[in-house]
């Protein structure tokens, strides 16, 4: 099995023959099939293509090549032993909401999800699928013995959990969730967006339905917005089924730009990881700082379990201003000029963003308050620019806190 970064660069691409194109002039990048349909040298042929008894394509809706190459290319990140399969959506969200509907969350059925959960997923969860009949509940998945009582009461059918949590980078321990979802006949779906294939493989941990944001890390520039999804049996098929039926796939052209970002994936990330800790031991250091929540720092609750499931920290931090309410905060963020203020992550470029107005902006601010997400909360994710323009940039703004 050849190794991440190789995979990174290979995987998903077609090469030596096979395609129209005479042999000596085949394409080292994957085309951008830019077609609705697909015709075939006979009706007979488009009839066994369209029955699933013969590979090929016919419909984008269904299926279209330059997506298949971006989907195999995650797949072969997430799991490089096979037997899974990756699933183009059209966002992050249409992606998540393609893996619940996967986990069969039916009127009557329950999901337990975790408490520490981007906003709009709850969101998602309490909106769609709670009027829908499904019975949301959350709990503190930090604390296993009390998630482990929970489990046991309430029989959910899934059981929903970021690998990094937003924005307090609390760690899931994914192997321990996933005997607990097993001794409840639940799916386990970890949204691994902040912890990317390159610091975790849920799937390899026990998890049974992977889900990303690849309008993040996986495309990496700010140029697109997708989501993808991977999974084994029996969820894999119900999520080919989800895609066609409900039609929120991913263009031709998102899925060029994100097999072109996957291929600098383990760069961008190890650059990334490097510069955060860097800035999380300034920021640590530094007066107008309360906290810092970062996976190198000492007192992280999770650091043993980070050492158990990750390959290296997060691209990300958020640290706590010395300040009350948010004025201080948007005085900061008005200051800056090499971060850029924009409620998302994983770019090359660095990103800084005020979660109680951006990524929680919809939940209730006690809920917020109660979940750590204060008014006086900053996130960070760290570029790959040089780190003393990042941490001058910063303490550069800090002075207007």
């Avoid at 900061?332 to 107005?357: I, K, M, Q, W």
């Avoid at 008014?375 to 760290?382: G, Y």
Wanted: net charge neutral; charged share 25%; aromatic share 6%.
């Amino acid at each position: 099995m050849r190794r991440f970064e190789t995979r990174a660069v290979h995987a998903g691409e077609r090469r030596g023959g096979g395609g129209r194109e005479p042999a000596t002039s085949n394409p080292i990048s994957t085309p951008i099939y830019a077609s609705t349909t697909f015709w075939h040298p006979d009706v007979q042929t488009t009839d066994r293509v369209l029955g699933g008894e013969e590979a090929g394509y016919s419909y984008t809706r269904y299926g279209n090549p330059t997506v298949t190459a971006f989907e195999e290319a995650v797949a072969a990140l997430e799991s490089p032993r096979g037997g899974a399969r990756s699933f183009a959506f059209a966002s992050g969200m249409a992606a998540l909401h393609a893996a619940l509907l996967a986990a069969e969350l039916s009127p009557g059925g329950r999901v337990l999800a975790a408490e520490q959960l981007y906003g709009s997923t709850a969101t998602l969860l309490v909106q769609i699928f709670g009027s829908s009949g499904v019975e949301v509940r959350f709990a503190d998945f930090y604390d296993l013995k009390s998630l482990q009582r929970r489990v046991e009461e309430l029989t959910p059918r899934a059981l929903v959990v970021e690998s990094i949590s937003n924005p307090l980078l609390r760690v899931a321990d994914v192997p321990r969730l996933a005997e607990l979802s097993r001794s409840a006949g639940a799916a386990l779906i970890v949204d691994n967006t902040f912890g990317t294939p390159y610091l975790q493989r849920p799937l390899e941990l026990g998890a049974d339905i992977v889900v990303h944001s690849a309008t993040k890390y996986l495309s990496g520039h700010g140029d697109l917005t997708a989501g993808v999804v991977t999974a084994g049996p029996p969820y894999d098929a119900a999520l080919d089924q989800v895609r066609k039926l409900t039609g929120g796939i991913l263009g031709p052209f998102e899925a060029w730009l994100a097999l072109r970002g996957l291929k600098t994936l383990p760069l961008r990330v190890e650059r990334q990881c490097e510069n955060s800790t860097r800035l999380a031991g300034f920021l640590a250091e530094h007066p107008k700082v309360r906290r810092v929540n970062h996976l190198s720092m000492e007192d992280h609750p999770d650091r043993e379990v980070a050492r158990r499931t990750l390959s290296g920290p997060s691209g990300l931090l958020s640290f706590e201003l010395d300040t009350e309410g948010r004025e201080g905060v948007f005085r900061f963020l008005n200051a800056l000029e090499v971060c850029v203020r924009t409620p998302s992550l994983g770019d090359v470029y660095t990103l800084a963003t005020h979660p109680a107005t951006s990524s929680h902006r919809d939940l209730p601010p006690s809920r917020r308050e109660r979940l750590g997400v204060g008014e006086n909360l900053v996130r960070v994710s760290v570029g790959i620019e040089h780190p003393e323009d990042i941490k001058e940039d910063i303490a550069r703004a800090l002075e207007r806190v």
